[in-house]
């Protein structure tokens, strides 16, 4: 059983640059394969990145390559989204997940989800 709570959402300008965090609870959280998704109003919660249980390996979505970056700190029990030049099309609650196992992009095949944190990018 893992449990998941996101932090560091708020308002920012356009081209500025956010850190979110999601914060584990579990004695097994290196076994988790973890993800950042995001939800826009009226749209459906979408991949944006995810990092393998070791830290080695990490997808990222089209949209997000080259902006953001996933990191985990397993001793930390946490994950990472660094996110730069944000738009306002990055306007999106943002959900951290666990999946027991490999990375997945899918995430009908995350099992664990955080309450989500809001980002907000003015033009």
């Known amino acids: 059983q893992v449990q998941l709570v996101e932090s560091g959402g708020g308002l920012v300008q356009a081209g500025e640059s956010l850190r979110l965090s999601c914060a584990a609870s579990?004695?097994?959280?290196?076994?988790?394969?973890m993800g950042w998704f995001r939800q826009a109003p009226g749209k459906e919660r979408e991949f944006v990145a995810a990092i393998s249980r070791s830290g080695g390996t990490t997808e990222y979505a089209d949209s997000a390559k080259g902006r953001v970056t996933i990191s985990r700190d397993n001793a930390k029990k946490a994950i990472y989204l660094q996110m730069r030049s944000l738009k306002p099309e990055d306007t999106a609650v943002y959900y951290c997940?666990?999946?027991?196992?490999?990375?997945?992009?899918?995430?009908?095949?995350?099992?664990?989800w955080g309450q989500g944190t809001q980002v907000t990018v003015s033009s």
């Open positions: 579990g004695r097994t959280f290196s076994r988790y394969a």
């Open positions: 997940a666990a999946r027991y196992d490999s990375l997945s992009y899918y995430l009908t095949e995350y099992a664990y």
